[in-house]
């Protein structure tokens, strides 16, 4: 529907296009967001760097990884390494996560607005900064559930506490009076395997448990999932016809057909609508909705800022 040669990126002043935005949201009767990565990258949450050092040097050096993202498809040479990379990479995004002020100062812009959260990232992030979760629709998983392999049944289980009993096995964290900490201190005694029997395998068949992260058809769709399509579906039919803002953060073209590209089209079909891109290096959107979108080519965290300030 919308040309490839005809996306624009839009030359206004940047201070007038945060006020702009301002009074969108303020006017707007629906905000829906679409979250994708750059949203937790603008938040901290990267998985290379330092970041990715302090957690996983002991895997880089070994294994010649460089990043959280690669490393979870390598072909380790066996469950026990396995398990030992992926409880680290859930605790460390998952469940040791600190307030984050960027999903907090989100959900100071949306919070007295009827709003609806669809995204493509599975770190929880929302729910951590008291999101409302009957408001949210993670649509690829997320890093605190399992599903059986198979998989042979549609269900999913939380992981935190196997997760720990894992890290607890490899050295990795250490718990005092049912509080748990990384051992940044004997990084050298981690462990890159974890014991045999902790290895997880689904309660029904037998066979090995996975993250219930979208990467092929097995991916399991939950109770939980439906209902959230069909609390997502409700917005979309309730607002149709209102005052509407697509307010668009970090979300690239890996899964563009999730996000970017229905959000493009409901743009240009309802008739008060208005498209919202903010990405650092990435902000356009298509001719056709030009005189209904607000790009801005910026860090989301600081402009957050920046509407705040203008409230």
């Not at 702009?20 to 949450?45: P, Q, V």
């Not at 050298?188 to 996975?210: D, F, Q, S, Y």
Request: charged fraction near 25%; proline fraction near 3%; glycine fraction near 6%.
């Amino acid at each position: 529907m919308f040309s490839k040669i005809t996306t624009m990126r839009s030359t206004e002043n940047y201070l007038d296009k945060i006020k702009k935005l301002k009074e969108k949201i303020e006017s707007a009767d629906a905000i829906l967001i679409g979250a994708g990565a750059g949203l937790s990258t603008s938040a901290g949450l990267t998985y290379s760097g330092e970041r990715f050092k302090k957690y996983f040097s002991d895997f880089q050096e070994k294994y010649k990884i460089n990043d959280m993202y690669s490393g979870g498809f390598y072909p380790f040479p066996n469950m026990e390494t396995y398990w030992a990379w992926w409880s680290r990479h859930i605790y460390v995004n998952r469940y040791d996560q600190p307030e984050n002020d960027v999903y907090q100062n989100l959900l100071k812009l949306v919070k007295d607005k009827d709003y609806f959260v669809l995204t493509t990232n599975v770190d929880h992030q929302f729910q951590l900064a008291d999101f409302d979760k009957k408001r949210l629709f993670y649509t690829q998983g997320d890093y605190g559930l399992w599903q059986c392999s198979a998989p042979c049944h549609q269900k999913t289980y939380d992981n935190e506490e196997p997760v720990k009993k894992m890290l607890l096995a490899t050295g990795f964290l250490t718990a005092t009076d049912g509080k748990y900490e990384i051992d940044l201190a004997n990084k050298e005694n981690w462990n890159m395997e974890i014991p045999a029997e902790l290895i997880p395998v689904c309660p029904h068949c037998g066979k090995l448990m996975t993250m219930n992260l979208r990467c092929d058809d097995t991916f399991v769709q939950d109770e939980g999932w439906y209902a959230a399509n069909n609390r997502y579906n409700d917005f979309l039919r309730r607002h149709k016809n209102l005052t509407s803002v697509f307010l668009e953060l970090g979300t690239g073209m890996n899964t563009p057909g999730i996000i970017k590209y229905n959000f493009w089209e409901m743009t240009n079909y309802w008739k008060d609508a208005t498209y919202v891109c903010v990405n650092y290096g990435d902000a356009y959107a298509p001719g056709e909705i030009e005189d209904k979108s607000i790009c801005i080519d910026d860090d989301i965290k600081k402009v957050l800022e920046q509407i705040l300030l203008l409230l």
